[in-house]
Structure formats: C-alpha cells, structure tokens
C-alpha cells in the first residue's frame, strides 16, 4: 500500500471513530427551572423503566410512579402506586398485590414529567441501580422536568456517566 493510501485510510478511521464517539445516544435526564440547566443525565434504552418517588404534601403518603422509556423519546406511564387515596391523588383502578392502590392508565405518552419540589416532598428517582435524591441537588421551590434527549456518547462517557453542573 503506497504512503498516500495509507495516510487516506488513517484519516478516514479517525474521522469514523470521532464520527462514533459523538454519535448521540438516548439519555434520561433531569433539568432545573432556577439553574436552567441539566442536573442529571444517564444513558437509556427503550423500555427502561424509571421510578419517582415522594411524599405527598397534603396525604402525607409516599407515592410512587412508573414511566417506561419509548423509542421516540417520549415517557409513557405505567402505573402510580400509593398507599392510601386522598386530596390531589389520581383516581385509584385497583389494588396492587402488596395491598396499595393502583393507577394503570393504560400507557399515556408524556414528552416530560414536570414536579415541584417542597421540604416535605423528599423526592427521589429510581434509574437502574442509581437512587438519585433530589433535595440533595437542588432547593425547595425548584421546578424539575424529567425527560429524555440526545447526547453524545464520548461527552456523557467523560461525565461518567452522570452530569452534575
């Protein structure tokens, strides 16, 4: 192989690998209205599921719910369980095998999930095998958005694998 070849195909495998590294990959991520600005970014694949878990402020009962990743980036719901049914809760449909009451909706697609975190609420989010505390990263009064984006790869792998501006 000449020289020049050689050079030409050197530079295309660089280019190819930098083209990879920053071919962008579907990250659930969580944004702060005050910071304007991601807090929290994990890589996902269509159908993992991620948990939001809170105290509710008025029953003063934990709250737990459900939404799967889709392919085209939207939330869907599965389910939010509860243990008992009051002021600000969805209808209950059933109850769950461990006795709580149940709302399946039946698969609603969401673009974001959007929440207001207070002192009482003590919000907290389930991904894989990551608990991420929310009053932990930001203050009472924030308003958090739950979605999915775009990302590239090699810049979420330098983060690894979390973002915390």
Do not use: C
């Not at 159908?47 to 719910?65: L, N, Q, R």
């Not at 929310?134 to 739950?146: C, M, R, S, W």
């Not at 330098?158 to 915390?164: D, F, G, I, N, T």
Request: hydrophobic share 45%; proline share 8%.
């Amino acid at each position: 192989m000449s020289a020049r070849k050689a050079i030409l195909a050197s530079t295309l495998a660089v280019f190819t690998l930098v083209g990879l590294m920053l071919l962008p990959v579907r990250t659930l991520e969580v944004r702060s209205r005050h910071r304007g600005a991601v807090v929290w970014r994990a890589q996902a694949s269509p159908g993992d599921v991620v948990t939001f878990a809170y105290i509710h402020s008025i029953e003063k009962v934990p709250v737990e719910g459900r939404f799967a990743v889709e392919a085209d980036g939207m939330l869907r719901v599965v389910e939010t369980r509860f243990a008992s049914y009051g002021a600000g809760l969805p209808a209950p449909t059933e109850r769950s095998a461990d006795g709580r009451w149940l709302v399946a909706p039946g698969g609603e697609r969401i673009p974001v999930f959007s929440f207001y975190l207070s002192p009482i609420n003590r919000a907290h989010l389930h991904f894989k095998d990551r608990t991420l505390a929310l009053p932990e990263l930001l203050p009472p009064g924030d308003l958090i958005t739950l979605g999915t984006a775009r990302f590239p790869w090699l810049l979420l792998r330098l983060k690894h694998p979390e973002e915390r501006p």
